[in-house]
């Protein structure tokens, strides 16, 4: 694989979500550049069928990425990885994250796996990867993963949110989209304090000193709290066709690691628009 270029990691089971996610790499490697693994995890369970399965099953996702290569341009210059590995799926996408320098892990979500997230030690497979991956994740629901022209960074005074601002700084770049800024406001408190002032500002200056656009609201609502923020957030991304929401899986402070705070949860099971998760790291100030 072209080491100098990012890679992306779908874990590819050949159902909806899997096809989405490859399609939607497919469509954007042209112009972005990336690598892409193909991973398909043979349960532990099935170790006894791996000597008969592994060769048909790498056979079948190198017909089925040809198949979508097919209706794309400039072939040769996709580069695909197909990795096929028995284990826990979970430890395994993981571990082929780890292993390939994935920059992001791209994986689709159902409503029973949704309701799983929440739970601090069990939970679906995509529950898992969002709660422990060090890199981003995209999550999206059946078929609504597709091109990303507008980014949605809704603020919060959590102490790493520039991490998320880079992030969506990157993303931006990578798919020549727009940034949407938004910040909540309590109309209780009448008018928008200094502190939310000063950070859209520096939000704004930072993002288009990279020379992407923005579009930036303070948004007034009745109501006050987390409640009313994922309200805000989601009705946001429906009225401005916002194609990816960007959240932070954790808050003020390292967690345990299997904790989700419980607005990254409601927004990935909330909301329709594909949800990209990021872990904070805390290695020193990051104001």
Known sequence: MNNSRPTVLIPFNFDIESRAALTFALNHTLDYRYNIVLLHVIERSERLAEVVVKDEVIQMVKDELLNLIDKTEKKADIDVEIVVNTGKPYK??????????????????????????????????????????????????????????????PLDFAKRIQQKVAYAIRLAKAFDATIHVISIVWKKKEKISRRQLELMEKTIHRIESEGIKTVSKFISTEGGGKKMFLIE???????????????????????????????????????????LTITPKYAGNDE
């Not at 939970?123 to 629901?141: C, Q």
């Not at 967690?255 to 990254?264: G, I, N, P, Q, T």
């Open 92 to 153: 395994e996408i993981l571990k082929v994250a780890a292993d390939y320098g994935a920059d992001f892990i791209i994986m689709g979500t159902r409503e029973r796996e949704e309701k799983a997230i929440s739970k601090p030690k069990l939970g679906s497979v995509a529950g898992k990867i969002i709660r422990l991956s060090p890199i981003p994740v995209i999550t999206f629901r059946e078929g609504n993963l597709s091109f990303v022209k507008n980014i949605l960074l």
């Open 233 to 275: 957030v989601i009705k946001y991304a429906n009225n401005n066709n916002i194609d990816l929401i960007m959240i932070m899986t954790q808050s003020e402070r390292p967690l345990v690691k299997y904790f989700m705070s419980a607005y990254a949860f409601s927004v990935i099971r909330k909301s329709s628009t594909p949800v």
